[in-house]
Structures are given as structure tokens and as C-alpha cells.
């Protein structure tokens, strides 16, 4: 019931060509499940640096969590309870004032604790980094160390910034303070990006150290990959991912996301070690926390039975099937089974032997003529 065959005349005008199975030396991947997480850099909380109330930014509107901010744009302004002369307070304010003012002179020393530790830490990481890169040029030491000493030495930077910029908002508050009056702190977004948190509101009085908004940069996310260990010398590492939707096998859905160097992290309750890899997400496709599957690369060959990509058709229940050429002009349709698929071919696991020629050009067309749907 599934033979074709054509008269001359037909065989001519559908334009068939055929193609022989094969076997073909490939990389064997495995299927894993990942998860969308941040990069590291790319997500910035901001949180309450003394005691104060929340106000509208000037001559602005506090953004909603998902609306879309730029660095330096003006979230909300924070009006620090230092001055009660400004208003009447309550009982509890009175108290929050009277620990705020108290709190500021250590906040102040912490502060200065924390920038001298950073300037110390990004000079010893300079050090370390002009050491690796000396050893690399004497053909000694090794491009990762290189690396992690770059890592090191830009994590020291963004620490010191941050550290610089608080001690900042505290002088400014000191020196209010000796003023007789304090004036309300611009709270700007440090990224460019999506307001992901705010658990405030307008005219909430905030306590030191709660978190204000929070704000992603979701551009380009990473994926990481929880591997079994013992599984970890089987893969290439340096060779990029397939990432696909679960339920969603089509080629379309298919994105490729590159190796990254990120800080070693395993989970020894699973005896899994994580693999990071980077994504471009400036369509905004993928979600933090989201579940995909990865298909990686192994370092292990094996010889497999290709054909052509376009020589599968698929039935309405998701079956594959070929049309084998049993005759010059007959034809037989043929269930597969695929393993797995890349940009132009298909490896089979069932279903065809090595040598069995199918119809690539002209399959769809043959389906239809069998069925009785072809024009």
C-alpha cells in the first residue's frame, strides 16, 4: 500500500533526485536539561543607605517592575529622617531619627573601611594580572590564568566603585546634617535595563539597608548547564550549545549559545558540576529561571547513517518517514527512526541500511500523490 509508482511523464515534472544513505564518522551529543539564569555584572539592587522616606522622582513618575530603564534615569528621590525641624514626627519616627543619626558615624567608618579594602584588593589584583600576563609572554603560564586574573582585578573595580559611591551618599548626609538641613537623594538606575523589584511605595518609610528597586539587564543572559561529574571528560567544553525550547524540536526554535568562563560552582548533593554558557536575548525570548534543553557536544566519535534533512516527512501523529527508491520509476514509503538532526542532515537510528537510495527532491511531492492531496 505505501508504493508509488510513476509514469515517465510524472517522474520528469515532480523533478525527483535521489540520495544514498550513509555512514559518517560524527560527534556524539547528549541532551541535558539547563536553566536561564543573570550573568554576574548584570543585575543591580540598590538598597536604602540610611533611614528615609520614599518621594516621586522630580518632575517624573516611580517606573512600574517590567518597564524599561536607562543608566542614570531617575527612579525615585529618598528623603533621609535626619532633620526633625523639617516635620512633626511620631513616637516612631522620633526613634527611627534618633538610630539613623546614631548609625551614620559608623556607616561612615564602614564605609571608609570598605573603600581602603577594595583599593587594596584592585592593587594586588593589577599585581597578580601583570605577573600572569609577564608568565604568559615567557611561554609559562596558561591563558586561563590570564583570565581569572582579568576577572579577579574587574570584580575589585566594580567593588570599589560601588564602595566610592556609597561613601559618597553618606558625606553628602554628614554634611547636611552640619547644614541644618538634608535634601532628598536622587536614586538613579546604575544599569541600563528592566526594573525587576520594587518593594516600596511612594511616601513608605524605608529602614537602613532594606532593598529599594532592583534592576536587570537582560540582553544577554547565560545558561547553566547542571552536568553529572563523571560525565564532564566525555564533552567538548570549548564547543558551543544548542539551546531548545522543551516540546519545541523544530529548527527555527534552535539557538546556539558560546562557552563562557564563570566562577566554579558544583552541587554535591546531585554530584553535578555547572557548565555556563552566553546567549543573545536581545529579543527578549528567554526568562530568568526558565527551563530549556541543551545539547552538548561529547569529545567521542561514532560512525552513523546520515541522509538528507529535507528527505523526512512528518504525519500528523509526528512519525518520519522516506520514500526509498525500490525501482527506477517505483518508490517505497518508509517509517525511520531519528536520533537527531543538524542543519543539513539527519542520523538515523532505524529504519534504512547503508547504500538505500531516497527521494530528497520531490518528497513532498510523492505524498502527496500517494495520499491523493498533490496538485
Avoid at 123 to 138: M, N, P, S
Avoid at 198 to 217: H, M, R, Y
Avoid at 307 to 317: E, F, S, V
Amino acid at each position: 500500500l505505501a508504493e508509488v509508482e510513476l509514469t515517465p511523464k510524472a517522474f520528469e515534472r515532480l523533478g525527483i533526485t535521489t540520495v544514498e544513505a550513509r555512514k559518517q564518522d560524527m560527534s556524539q551529543v547528549r541532551r541535558l536539561g539547563g536553566e536561564v539564569t543573570i550573568p554576574p555584572g548584570e543585575s543591580a539592587i540598590v538598597v536604602a543607605p540610611i533611614t528615609g522616606t520614599v518621594q516621586a522622582p522630580k518632575d517624573a513618575v516611580i517606573p512600574k517592575p517590567g518597564s524599561a530603564v536607562t543608566k542614570g534615569q531617575p527612579v525615585f528621590q529618598f528623603l533621609p529622617l535626619l532633620s526633625p525641624e523639617r516635620f512633626v514626627p511620631t513616637p516612631a519616627e522620633r526613634a527611627q531619627i534618633a538610630n539613623a543619626q546614631a548609625s551614620l558615624i559608623s556607616l561612615q567608618m564602614a564605609a571608609d573601611g570598605d573603600v581602603q579594602q577594595f583599593v587594596e584588593q584592585v592593587t594586588a589584583a593589577k599585581i597578580v594580572l601583570g605577573r600572569t600576563e609577564q608568565l604568559q609572554r615567557d611561554r609559562v603560564g596558561s591563558e586561563r590564568a590570564v583570565d581569572d586574573a582579568k576577572a579577579q582585578l574587574a570584580i575589585a573595580d566594580a567593588g570599589l566603585k560601588v564602595a566610592r559611591e556609597r561613601k559618597s551618599v553618606l558625606d553628602k548626609l554628614s554634611s547636611d546634617i552640619e547644614k541644618g538641613s538634608v535634601d532628598p537623594i536622587s536614586f538613579d538606575s546604575p544599569i541600563d535595563g528592566i526594573v525587576r523589584n520594587i518593594p516600596v511605595t511612594l511616601g513608605q518609610t524605608v529602614a537602613t539597608g532594606n532593598i529599594l528597586f532592583e534592576v536587570v539587564n537582560l540582553e544577554s543572559i547565560w545558561i547553566r548547564v547542571p552536568v553529572y561529574v563523571g560525565l564532564l571528560d566525555e564533552l567538548k567544553l570549548d564547543e558551543p550549545a544548542v539551546i531548545k525550547f522543551f516540546g519545541d524540536d523544530s529548527q527555527q526554535s534552535k539557538f546556539m549559545a558560546q562557552p563562557v568562563k564563570a566562577p566554579p560552582a558544583a552541587d554535591p548533593m546531585s554530584s553535578t558540576a555547572d557548565l555556563f554558557y552566553s546567549i543573545d536575548n536581545k529579543s527578549g525570548r528567554f526568562r530568568p529561571g526558565e527551563r530549556i534543553s541543551a545539547t552538548l557536544t561529547m569529545s567521542n566519535n561514532s560512525e552513523v547513517l546520515v541522509i538528507p534533512l529535507n528527505a523526512i516527512l512528518y504525519d500528523i501523529y509526528g512519525n518520519t518517514w522516506v520514500y526509498k527508491k525500490i525501482d527506477e520509476l517505483k518508490f517505497l514509503r518508509t517509517r525511520v527512526l531519528v536520533q537527531r538532526t543538524t542543519d543539513e542532515v539527519a542520523v538515523l537510528k532505524s529504519g534504512l541500511s547503508e547504500g538505500d537510495e531516497v527521494v530528497v527532491d520531490g518528497a513532498a511531492e510523492l505524498f502527496g500523490t500517494e495520499f491523493g492531496t498533490g496538485k
